[in-house]
């Protein structure tokens, strides 16, 4: 685990993406909230942390570079 | 059947976008909330929002009737909020047993189905309230 936000710890897998393949289509799906997802595009891990600093608990964050969005390498992470 | 429920959306222009009522890969019903007294729909608004979901929210209501004449079944199922007395409200419309039953014999997801037949009539008669 690598530390992107000040207070949230990153998985390696979603570092390794944005390292690897940038920029990286994030899905935010509110799971049994009643309202769909919310999507962000970014370049980097600052502009990934400023999306995670603003979400709480019970979300599920989609993870995919644009160069693979039709291939299976998608980095999903629950919070 | 006057019961209505509601789906936290974000406004656009002041429009509601159909994709606001699209289901995910394996998601088997719309995520929605019975209408109550209490909790209101600010304070389901305000559970969503502490998710962080972003951007212009409001609600809309779906008639039950809607749904009921889609042949979907009502199912209650627990929010996923941080709000205990909001996802004592959750619902999700499903299709019926025998088109869950239907759908796995032809090898259709049931989002896919829910997309294609479900989602522009919840979309059409979705109504935003103050």
Do not use: Y
């Amino acid at each position: 685990m690598n530390t992107t936000s000040a207070t949230v710890n990153v998985p390696a897998a979603v570092l390794e993406l944005f390292d690897a393949k940038p920029p990286v289509l994030v899905e935010v799906r509110f799971l049994r909230m009643g309202t769909p997802s919310d999507w962000f595009l970014c370049d980097d891990e600052r502009e990934f942390s400023t999306v995670l600093d603003r979400l709480g608990i019970g979300v599920e964050i989609h993870l995919r570079s644009v160069w693979d969005l039709a291939g299976i390498a998608e980095v999903i992470w629950k919070r | 059947m006057n019961e209505e429920f509601l789906r936290v959306v974000v406004v656009r222009r002041g429009k509601v976008r159909p994709t606001e009522f699209r289901l995910r890969e394996a998601e088997n019903g719309l995520s929605l909330f019975r209408k109550v007294d209490e909790p209101t729909s600010t304070e389901i608004i305000d559970a969503v929002r502490a998710a962080g979901k972003q951007g212009d929210l409001a609600v809309v209501e779906i008639s039950v009737k809607v749904i009921v004449d889609l042949g979907l079944r009502i199912v209650a199922t627990k929010g996923g909020t941080l709000n205990e007395a909001v996802n004592a409200i959750h619902i999700e419309p499903r299709p019926s047993l025998w088109r869950t039953i239907w759908l796995k014999l032809r090898g259709r997801p049931i989002h896919m189905w829910l997309n294609e037949f479900v989602t522009p009539r919840l979309a059409e008669s979705a109504r935003l309230i103050d």
